[in-house]
């Protein structure tokens, strides 16, 4: 079995735990992207028509797209990490697979409304048409809980964002959330974690006052377009200046040197010392759901034990 397989595997596994009311016993990005994990932006139309376009904006994380070099448009801004265009035809295969292993998953619950002042457990969350969401959504949880929301569960529905939040308590990771769209993603001056999967173009547009806030991943079947945006890369500390082998969601590839890159400082993967979200050397060999980090172990409870005395 390939690792992108295993990778699925252990995908429809944590969604049949969140089904039963438990936590998943790994801290893990929600999807199973395989060599697409390596993007925090990437723009996967298909016939080499990928676009992103970064004005007065900031990414922290590397970008990706499906058309040439120039198909990556910057105009007052900075990139943080690695660009690559045109992206590799396995990096297109993995983001789809993705992309339909979400669509067949099912719904634990189905919501309307704007979910302002809303707070969500665990879960698989669907809209059967569009979502027109507002004000703050809170999601609490054990930080190695995983939430999906899917929008257009019926085959039709964008995500559209005015003003809204996502808070993650409990030290949630921003890559533990995934936000599928079956059509086009739009979000204007909102403070938005989680990583977006959309079937059509995704767009972040921050307000007249102050720079919108992206922390995650976007992931499109269609164009990518931040203006007056601030996109970091899942966590603050991930991915500036990181080879494009790394993950994508919390660690940096392990030919990272920037100063947004996990280093072994922030690495101390020693039993019993608990996650510390990263990776060093890429050791899980691509499966977001094998890392060596501890397996979910923290202090008093290592998630693995053993080895060479």
């Known amino acids: 079995m390939t690792n992108q397989k295993m990778s699925l595997s252990a995908f429809l596994l944590a969604i049949a735990t969140l089904a039963v009311g438990a936590y998943p016993a790994f801290a893990a990005p929600a999807s199973p992207l395989g060599t697409a994990s390596s993007f925090a932006v990437l723009s996967a139309a298909p016939a080499v028509g990928g676009a992103v376009t970064c004005t007065d904006s900031t990414i922290t994380g590397n970008v990706g797209s499906s058309g040439a070099a120039a198909s990556v448009v910057q105009t007052g801004c900075p990139i943080t990490g690695v660009v690559t265009a045109p992206v590799s035809a396995q990096v297109l295969t993995d983001f789809n697979d993705a992309y339909a292993a979400i669509a067949a998953t099912s ?18 969350y669907c809209f059967d048409a569009a979502a027109t969401l507002t004000g703050t959504l809170t ?6 809980a995983v939430w999906i929301f899917k929008i257009g569960t019926s085959g039709t529905g964008a995500l559209t964002g005015t003003n809204f939040s ?22 204007t001056d909102s403070n938005f974690k989680g990583s977006i999967l959309a079937g059509a173009a995704i767009s972040a547009t921050g307000g007249p006052t102050a720079k919108g806030t992206f922390e995650g991943q976007a992931l499109a079947k269609a164009a990518v377009t931040f203006t007056n945006e601030a996109f970091v890369g899942c966590s603050g500390d ?5 080879h494009h082998d790394g993950d994508g969601c919390g660690h940096g590839g392990h030919h990272g040197s920037g100063h947004h890159g996990k280093d072994k400082h922030n690495c101390n993967q020693g039993v019993g010392n608990g996650r510390e979200g990263c990776d060093p050397g890429n050791s899980n060999h691509g499966n977001p759901f094998g890392s060596n980090d501890e397996q979910g172990g923290m202090p008093g409870n290592p998630g693995r034990k053993g080895g060479k005395k």
């Open 107 to 124: 719904c634990d619950e189905t919501l309307t409304g704007t979910l302002a002042g809303v707070t969500l457990a665990p879960g698989v």
């Open 166 to 187: 996502v808070v993650l308590a409990n030290g949630v990771p921003a890559c533990n959330v995934t936000w599928w769209v079956a059509q086009a993603a739009t979000l």
């Open 238 to 242: 991930n991915q500036g200046g990181g």
């Open 139 to 144: 999601l609490a949880g054990d930080p190695s």
